[in-house]
T-cell receptor, first 115, second 116 residues
């Protein structure tokens, strides 16, 4: 069964450094998302992306964050200058279309550790 | 703002029994609601989706109900097995909160432990 893949599985970065998290969504899906989960807390929405532009973003998704779909398969999340509080699991998700019977499928996440 | 509450942080049951997990929300009714399973260190795995005009959905040993009057969804696992032990998340899409784009608001989850 097709799945969302994310790399790397674990990223350790010094505070203030830039980090790029990568995702390959399911191939025929049109809607893409990033979520994060701080340890012990709930999954939180960051941003949705469709037709090569951001559709919605949460308050968490400030100017330090950006997303890109540089080619036909990858979907990336960039954090420009990381902070300690950015440490979390970051999940990518994709969805086939906008119909309300279409679920989101998640990858296994990237664990981001900021030192 | 919308709040989602899963009433138990943890639920322990005996193998073979039915597990029932609850998801309550405030204010507006979601356009649809999804249940996911999450194992430690893994991403959420989709289980079932139910729309606001549906009362019940089933898939094998799983059943979800949706009561917009009570603002509640129930998730049932019948004939539970130790392999069902995991955290179960409910996630809601509200049209006024980016739901038309599919953005999900998650509950904190209920950790289910099924003892042999």
């Amino acid at each position: 069964e097709p799945e969302v893949t994310q790399t790397p599985s674990h990223q350790v970065t010094q505070m203030g450094q830039e980090v790029i998290l990568r995702c390959v969504p399911i191939s025929n899906h049109l809607y893409f998302y990033w979520y994060r989960q701080i340890l012990g807390q709930k999954v939180e929405f960051l941003v949705s992306f469709y037709n090569n532009e951001i559709s919605e973003k949460s308050e968490i998704f400030d100017d330090q964050f950006s997303v890109e779909r540089p080619d036909g398969s990858n979907f990336t999340l960039k954090i420009r200058s990381t902070k300690l509080e950015d440490s979390a699991m970051y999940f990518c998700a994709s969805r086939r279309n906008k119909k309300s019977n279409q679920p989101q499928h998640f990858g296994d996440g990237t664990r981001l550790s900021i030192l | 703002s919308q709040k989602i509450e899963q009433n138990s942080e943890a639920l322990n049951i005996q193998e073979g029994k039915t597990a029932t997990l609850t998801c309550n929300y405030t204010n507006y009714s979601p356009a649809y609601l999804q249940w996911y399973r999450q194992d430690p260190g893994r991403g959420p795995v989709f289980l079932l989706l139910i729309r606001e005009n549906e009362k019940e959905k089933r898939k094998e040993r799983l059943k979800v109900t949706f009561d917009t009057t009570l603002k509640q969804s129930l998730f049932h696992i019948t004939a539970s097995q130790p392999a069902d032990s995991a955290t179960y998340l409910c996630a809601l899409a509200f049209l006024d909160y980016g739901g038309s784009q599919g953005n999900l608001i998650f509950g904190k989850g209920t950790k289910l432990s099924v003892k042999p």
